[in-house]
């Protein structure tokens, strides 16, 4: 299994372009979410989903959207990129989080620089 | 909105002591509280959970410890080795928060050989 695929690894925008982070889970979990981690610090949650169609905003979600059509796919889209999205993305998934809370497992991560 | 507050920052030792790394949370209702490693530009790896039912677990030299009722959970690592060296995250979720999984600032632990 590969588990949680995300690309591009590496991206360097100029402000005001756009771009999606692509995240893919083959692990068959229903809930995804990204986090971002600003350097030295800890994991921020911007947007999760509970399943296919169904989005909610995470702690800072603001300058991101979000979609999830399928259970595999959940990618982050940035508009009007600004400096301060200068950060490493980690898309992650798990199974029903629920109300027991589950293993939440992170892909690679993105490191995005933004000029 | 919930929030974690891990201690130290930083944590310092030799090769051989135990390491203790703290986490003091806000959601009374969570029940599911994990430790994250990460290395230096990998991925945030899980390397022991405790649930709220449970006041102690042990994986071989890792052990997490759990008060409900003072709300803090703690991390301890005996026997350190070099390649305990990283940033270690802990986490609450569960309860009202379901998947989701707030994070403490995290703890940079160096062992000196």
């Known amino acids: 299994n590969a588990g949680v695929t995300q690309t591009p690894k590496f991206r360097i925008l100029k402000i005001g372009q756009s771009m999606t982070l692509q995240c893919a889970q083959d692990m068959n979990h229903n809930y995804m979410y990204w986090y971002r981690q600003d350097p030295g610090m800890g994991l921020k949650l911007i947007y999760y989903?509970?399943?296919?169609?169904?989005?909610d905003k995470g702690e800072v979600p603001n300058g991101y959207n979000v979609s999830r059509s399928t259970t595999e796919d959940f990618p982050l889209r940035l508009e009007l990129a600004a400096p301060s999205q200068t950060s490493v993305y980690f898309c992650a998934s798990s199974y029903s989080g629920g109300a027991g809370g589950n293993t939440i497992y992170f892909g690679e991560g993105s490191w995005l620089t933004v000029v | 909105g919930e929030n974690v507050e891990q201690h130290p920052s930083t944590l310092s030792v030799q090769e051989g002591d135990s390491a203790v790394i703290k986490c003091t949370y806000s959601d009374s209702a969570s029940n599911y509280f994990p430790w994250y490693k990460q290395e230096l530009g990998k991925r945030p790896q899980l390397i022991i959970d405790i649930r709220s039912n449970v006041g102690e677990k042990k994986d071989q030299r890792i052990a997490v410890t759990l008060n409900k009722t003072a709300k803090h959970f703690s991390l301890h690592i005996t026997e350190t080795q070099p390649e305990d060296s990283a940033v270690y995250f802990c986490?609450?979720?569960?309860?009202?928060?379901?998947?989701?999984?707030?994070f403490g600032q995290g703890t940079i632990l160096t062992v000196h050989p």
């Open positions: 986490a609450f979720g569960g309860g009202t928060s379901y998947g989701k999984l707030t």
């Open positions: 989903s509970v399943g296919a169609g169904i989005t």
